[in-house]
């Protein structure tokens, strides 16, 4: 069996959760000990794996039903999440929707995150069978070190006392953008850093003015950082706060969990059976829901749910997700 995963747009989506996805499936299969290829010019497999949606993604399916190879489309995204995120993203999201369905229902078989996102898609009237199998985690990435943690605060020039608060995501509505600043508004005196980037001129005029500076002091909008200082961010940070309105997974949000760190989301439907308000998480749906949640979390009287968020991400370890992908590329194969 050997598998050719299919990636297009790689620099352009890399800064993205299908981005990380996609360097998660590499690891989850070398670490089940699938044999794999990147390269679109491969000739030599049984099953594509494809993750995006370009036209390129459908000229390589297209080109794998010739040969009689098996297709397997991984659902990163839904009309749903594609909504409130680039300009013009919400008067095209019916057409984007007839081109996933299209896309989706040429592959013999779906893989999607959660079970939420498999809901959405099955309501598409899709019939192809689905399974949801988690992006994963690369949990040694997220272990607490002092030195990682040193180089976030030296970044950003924190003392070692000030409060801070972190974020990690594209500059999308969708993502609760709007929310964080506001927040932020209510505790200046609490750092608040959004990590990520997204190309300013592709997102709505509103986010675009936040992103330039229609946002209080105490915000900060440091672009996308990969490496040891968000790594020391995640572990160093006082909590997470991730107000999304819609995912089909939220891959920053198991970095979080898998470091040890207080979360917490909106209260969407993405985390239903995974993530549980009280248990493992902390969850509000309002501006006055998180800002009241905030002040318990920081100043230490609400329960300490860490240990708990970090047992849910061990069970979403890369490990773990390369013998599930491994489970259904035999069943692909096999039908």
């Excluded at 995150?113 to 992006?135: D, W």
């Excluded at 675009?208 to 020391?232: L, M, S, T, W």
């Excluded at 198991?254 to 985390?271: D, F, G, K, M, T």
Aim: net charge neutral; aromatic share 12%; hydrophobic share 35%.
């Amino acid at each position: 069996m050997k598998v050719l995963i299919y990636f297009e747009g790689q620099q352009l989506l890399s800064k993205s959760g299908i981005g990380r996805a996609f360097d998660h499936q590499k690891k989850a299969l070398e670490s089940a000990g699938v044999p794999y290829s990147t390269d679109e010019n491969e000739l030599d497999y049984d099953i594509l794996h494809i993750n995006t949606y370009g036209l390129n993604s459908q000229r390589m399916v297209r080109r794998a039903k010739r040969a009689d190879k098996q297709v397997i489309y991984h659902a990163h995204s839904t009309e749903e999440d594609f909504r409130n995120s680039f300009i013009g993203s919400n008067q095209v999201s019916a057409i984007y929707k007839k081109h996933l369905v299209r896309l989706y229902s040429s592959a013999d078989f779906i893989i999607t995150p959660t079970l939420y996102s498999k809901k959405v898609i099955e309501g598409y009237g899709i019939e192809q069978p689905i399974e949801a199998i988690s992006n994963g985690i690369d949990l040694t990435r997220f272990n607490r070190n002092v030195e990682k943690e040193k180089q976030f605060r030296d970044y950003f020039q924190l003392p070692l006392d000030k409060k801070v608060i972190i974020s990690v995501g594209l500059y999308f509505e969708r993502k609760g953008l709007v929310d964080f600043v506001e927040v932020a508004r209510r505790f200046p005196e609490y750092t608040f850093i959004w990590f990520g980037h997204t190309p300013l001129y592709t997102i709505p005029k509103k986010i675009r003015a936040i992103i330039q500076g229609d946002h209080p002091d105490n915000v900060i909008f440091p672009g996308y950082i990969k490496g040891d200082i968000i790594e020391g961010a995640y572990t160093n940070a006082d909590l997470f706060f991730f107000p999304s309105y819609e995912e089909t997974e939220g891959i920053v949000v198991l970095e979080a969990l898998a470091s040890r760190q207080h979360v917490l989301v909106r209260e969407i439907p993405v985390y239903d059976g995974w993530l549980v308000p009280g248990e493992n998480a902390y969850m509000g749906r309002t501006n006055e829901d998180f800002c009241n949640q905030i002040e318990q979390i920081i100043e230490k009287k609400a329960i300490d749910l860490r240990e708990n968020g970090w047992q849910t991400a061990q069970g979403k370890s890369i490990q773990a997700i390369g013998q599930q992908l491994k489970s259904v590329y035999e069943k692909v194969l096999g039908n």
